[in-house]
């Protein structure tokens, strides 16, 4: 059957929506079509014209003045003799290969045609006209510049609060030259290593293997760079009571601008086939009026021009914005910095930790890049592009660890070449996730993630000294035997405390992957890199106070509005109102009308705030050890 419907006048400068309710779970197709004969109202070419959805008891088609020359619209229903289409996903392939590789599913043979019964309600509503849509996307950009705002006043402040501790009339040789200067802090370092003996866990002899822990005593002066100044560093990576000058010999900032420069065309190779492939798939979609191909909130559905979902894109807008001006931000504090070093360059080779910024710059852009791949992703939601909304999660999350644990030890992270294979290898394992969801599959995934766990903590335990080779395993065993099972303690307290957490914590996840087997694959692996990268931002934080560091306010208060922001995301991120798990039919069951503005709904309000909690963490690990810029580093502790 169906039912003819003409736009009123006033109804012609902005969409409709014709909504279709029932009490019944019965399948039934609902398509909105031209008024003009023939009229498609039999299942085997309702698809013909027009847009359509499967439906239980919830169907929404938002229709524009444009749809029809005439201004009117022709709503059809037909109720399905079974109940398959709505039971299944709308991806006929994929369907297809599941079906082939299981056995036919015993019970009771689908009721005939005359069975099928299915009461619906049909209403149209108005919905925000095209001018309309302005007032809340002002809102959200004036939300937006008023962070800029107060970015810009606490930036300016900070950073002449952060230049002014790097004040040279603090230091000891503020009346000498610079070569002076460093003459005498060289000549006062070997005096002290010379009359100071420093404990050791291990050190290094010419055979690999050959490690034994003594005490002894070290020079700088009888060291040959050229020669020896690798060895000295894996001697001194040993040290039970390291400091970050122990860790900066070759601090160099050229090591850290290649993660920056290397992300730009992996981001740019990586964003042009999604947004291509998103807007075909659009196109698709548009074409053909197939809505169950993607997987939007219909009740709040807000259209411009071909794209469907015009507020789930620009809502993805917070973390482009945010992401520019924290790009701009680490960017001035670069300057000012530069500048005050370049008149005394002493004080930047021997005093605070390393000021690199290189992955800084490179987090920055990957806010960027998130919005702008959320936004691709958000044009056409469905479970098999959702990599294309959590990759530069991924990206993010491994670059934060790797900037926090890189502020200490700048001579042990590793190079951009190596950190970008490792993610590309996730990403990789997540792809293989979304397709691959056997038991087989998380069994690897579990040897391969318990691996990558223990080689990492040994490496961060040893500080570098244990080298990804074939060696690898002799040399684990000796540690072992030498630190563990010889000694009545642990040589590095801290850190074995912390790492067997760690170890834990990626065990358990491990095992609970094989045991439950989560079918959102990419959403569990991006919750494994959240909880890595919160455990080890709070051990940074406990081991500061621990050692008497107490970052300055700037820090503490964007670290709280990281926390209020988070909470609130979070509450927002699990109030779905979509699932892609679930035949299109079943998904619109969860959707909800929209939350804010009559334009946004709970998913685009997760981006907004979502954007201000990522921008204000950055902005917390970007400034939390600023207090430590008029220090010596052989004052400042590795933890």
């Known amino acids: 059957m169906y039912f003819r419907y003409k736009f009123k006048p006033n109804q012609l400068n902005g969409p409709v929506l014709v909504l279709v309710t029932s009490d019944s779970d019965t399948c039934a197709t609902i398509s909105i079509q031209t008024d003009i004969c023939p009229i498609h109202d039999l299942m085997y070419d309702i698809e013909y014209d027009g847009m359509f959805q499967s439906m239980t008891r919830v169907a929404a088609l938002t229709v524009t003045p444009s749809f029809s020359a005439s201004n009117d619209f022709v709503v059809v229903v037909v109720v399905h003799p079974t109940d398959y289409t709505c039971e299944h996903l709308g991806h006929e392939l994929l369907d297809q290969i599941r079906l082939n590789n299981s056995k036919p599913e015993p019970g009771p043979k689908p009721a005939p045609l005359f069975n099928q019964r299915k009461n619906v309600i049909i209403s149209v509503q108005p919905t925000m006209t095209y001018r309309e849509y ?21 930036t300016i402040l900070e950073t002449e609060k952060f230049i002014r501790g790097f004040n040279i009339g603090e230091f000891e040789y503020q009346h000498m030259s610079d070569g002076e200067a460093e003459a005498g802090e060289i000549a006062a370092a070997e005096e002290s290593i010379k009359t100071v003996p420093v404990d050791y866990g291990a050190t290094t002899s010419s055979h690999k293997n050959g490690y034994q822990r003594h005490k002894t005593q070290d020079s700088i002066g009888s060291v040959d760079y050229c020669e020896d100044i690798n060895e000295v560093m894996e001697i001194r ?41 998103v807007a075909g798939i659009q196109l ?10 993607c997987y939007y909130n219909y009740l709040c559905s807000r259209p411009l021009g071909v794209v469907q979902q015009f507020n789930n894109i620009f809502s993805n807008c917070g973390y482009v914005l945010l992401g520019i001006l924290f790009l701009l931000i680490v960017k001035h504090r670069d300057t000012k910095y530069q500048a005050a070093i370049k008149e005394r360059p002493i004080l930047g080779r021997k005093y605070g930790l390393p000021q690199h910024n290189g992955i800084y710059y490179s987090v920055g852009f990957s806010l960027c890049m998130e919005g702008i791949l959320s936004a691709s992703y958000h044009v056409c939601p469905t479970g098999y592009n959702f990599q294309f909304d959590s990759t530069f999660m991924y990206l993010m999350a491994g670059l934060l660890m790797l900037k926090i644990y890189q502020l200490r030890h700048p001579d042990v992270n590793p190079h951009a070449y190596t950190a970008y294979i490792f993610l590309s290898f996730t990403v990789l394992i997540e792809v293989v996730g979304v397709y691959v969801q056997t038991i087989y599959f998380w069994i690897s995934f579990a040897v391969v993630y318990i691996v990558a766990t223990l080689y990492f903590t040994s490496h961060m335990y040893y500080m570098g000294v244990i080298s990804l080779d074939c060696g690898i395993f002799a040399r684990i065993s000796h540690f072992f035997r030498t630190d563990f099972f010889t000694s009545p303690k642990p040589l590095y307290t801290d850190r074995f405390i912390f790492l067997v957490l760690v170890v834990t914590l990626n065990f358990a996840a491990a095992i609970l992957g094989v045991v439950f087997q989560p079918s959102d694959f990419p959403s569990f692996l991006l919750a494994v890199f959240l909880i890595n990268l919160l455990a080890y931002f709070a051990y940074y934080v406990i081991m500061k106070f621990i050692h008497g560091e107490y970052p300055y306010p700037i820090t503490v208060f964007c670290g709280f509005l990281t926390m209020v922001t988070w909470i609130c995301a979070l509450y927002f991120y699990f109030s779905t109102v979509t699932n892609w798990q679930l035949p299109a039919a079943q998904s619109r069951v969860k959707n909800t009308h929209c939350l804010v503005l009559d334009f946004y709904d709970n998913h685009d309000v997760w981006h907004i705030i979502s954007s201000m909690a990522l921008f204000f963490g950055f902005v917390t690990v970007l400034t939390l050890d600023d207090h430590l810029l008029n220090k010596p580093r052989n004052e400042i502790r590795v933890f």
């Open 284 to 293: 698709i979609v548009h074409f053909t009026g197939n809505q169950d191909i």
């Open 134 to 154: 302005i007032f809340p996307t002002l809102i959200t950009v004036g939300l937006l510049l008023i962070i800029y705002l107060l970015a810009y006043v606490g």
């Open 237 to 277: 990576r040993t040290k039970v009571e390291l400091t970050v000058a122990d860790l900066s010999f070759h601090s160099n900032d050229y090591k850290y601008r290649l993660y920056q420069w290397n992300l730009i065309p992996i981001a740019i190779f990586y964003a042009l086939p999604v947004i291509q492939l």
